[in-house]
Structure formats: C-alpha cells, structure tokens
C-alpha cells in the first residue's frame, strides 16, 4: 500500500530535549517536504527536498533541521525544542511533474500527522 | 514571493445552500500550479483539484466546481447544494516554478454545513 508514515503520532516532550519526528515514503517519490499546522495558519512549509542529498528552506525553517540521505526517508530534527513550537507536523511526498520539475501536489501522499508539545 | 489569502476564516450555511470559497494568490512566476485541499475533521488531507497557469478553463466535478481567473489572480471554489459531510477545513495551496519545491498554503476557510 501506498503510503507516507510518520512517527511519532504524539509527542509530549520538554524544552530543550532533542527529538526527531521521522517520515519515509514507499512510492520512490523525489519530493517530500515538512509541514506544520496551527490554528488559523493553515501549513506552513518547513523544509523540502527535491532529491536525495538536496534541501531548500521553506517559509519557518528556524529551529529544524532535516536530512535527506536516502529517497524513502526524511527525518525532521528539532535540536532544542521550545514551546513555539508546538504544533501538528505534516510530512509529504510527491512525484516531481515530468516536464516542469515542479512538484506535483495533485499527486501528494501526506503523513497522519504528529502532535507535537513542547513543555 | 509568493503568497495565498483565504479572506473568509468561517463559513456557516444551511444544507443545500451553494457557497463560494474564495482564493486570491500572489506569484511573480508565469508558471505555477494552483491546489485546493480539504482537510475533514479526522484530520487528512484530500486533494481536490490541480490547476496550471496557462489552462484558465473552469471545471466541473459533481458538485463542486472552480472559477480560475487570472486577471484576478483568483481561484474560487464553489460548493453546490451542499452537504453535511462538506463540512471541512479548505486550503487554497500554490506551487510556482521559482523555488520549485517551495508550495504555499493559505489559512484555510473552515466550512460548517447544518442540517
């Protein structure tokens, strides 16, 4: 089955303790990006990658890090958690349009979500 | 840079009433994708429609239907007799060839249809 897992769902941690949300994908998708969800700002992209080995900002970067070593998994990394950061995470995986290099969204598998609170 | 604004943050009608979303989006590129997603209360999100910037024709499906203009840099989408199970959270997303990784939600319109 098609699908992109995140883990953990749920994540209750305190400030400053590192932590890593993991997503892998099984389509051999190019695309996948990080998302996060809070009330009244719809997704805000985190990170994304293109390819393995290649990483962009998105529009809050600060306080992540993500890798992208292999094509199926795309860990994202929170050093020094804190409270703002709080959220419900998305991770996303897309094939790239043939013709444009773009990432197609209309093709997007998207993770259960993870909870995330930072105490 | 490129921005979407959802101005409507709630919506509220009665089952069978027709109701429009409304999506106005900023992009410099003249080559970009346009998205509509909805997000029911479990949670998940479900794709609803792709749009590219050079094919402006509406499109129809059951029913729900999009306006795209963009001479308005417009995206509406329109909901006809709707449904309780239409309630939902709606994102308007955009996705440009500059920083072709780099997609853009609005905040969504959060729709509640009453029986």
């Known amino acids: 089955e098609a699908q992109v897992t995140q883990n953990p769902r749920y994540l209750i941690t305190v400030t400053g303790k590192k932590l890593t949300v993991t997503c892998s994908q099984n389509?051999?998708?190019?695309?996948m990006s990080w998302y996060r969800q809070d009330p009244g700002l719809g997704l805000r992209q985190i990170y994304y990658s293109m390819n393995v080995e290649v990483t962009d900002k998105g529009d809050v970067p600060e306080g992540y890090k993500v890798s992208r070593k292999e094509k199926r998994n795309f860990p994202l990394i929170l050093e020094s958690p804190s409270p703002n950061q709080t959220s419900l995470y998305f991770c996303a995986s897309s094939p790239l349009t043939r013709t444009l290099y773009l990432a197609d969204l209309a093709e997007a598998f998207f993770g259960q979500g993870t909870r995330l609170t930072v105490v | 840079a490129q921005k979407v604004t959802q101005a409507q943050t709630e919506i509220s009608v009665v089952e069978k009433e027709d109701v429009t979303l409304d999506c106005v989006y900023e992009t410099r590129d003249t080559t970009y994708y346009l998205f509509w997603y909805k997000q029911p209360p479990s949670g998940e999100l479900v794709f609803l429609i792709r749009r590219n910037s050079f094919d402006e024709q509406n499109e129809i499906s059951g029913r729900y239907s999009w306006n795209f203009q963009k001479s308005t840099s417009s995206f509406n989408f329109t909901i006809t007799a709707s449904q309780v199970v239409d309630s939902a959270v709606y994102f308007c997303?955009?996705?440009?060839?500059?920083?072709?990784?780099?997609?853009?939600f609005g905040d969504g319109t959060t729709l509640t249809v009453k029986p």
């Open positions: 997303a955009l996705s440009g060839l500059t920083n072709a990784g780099k997609s853009t």
């Open positions: 389509m051999n998708h190019e695309y």
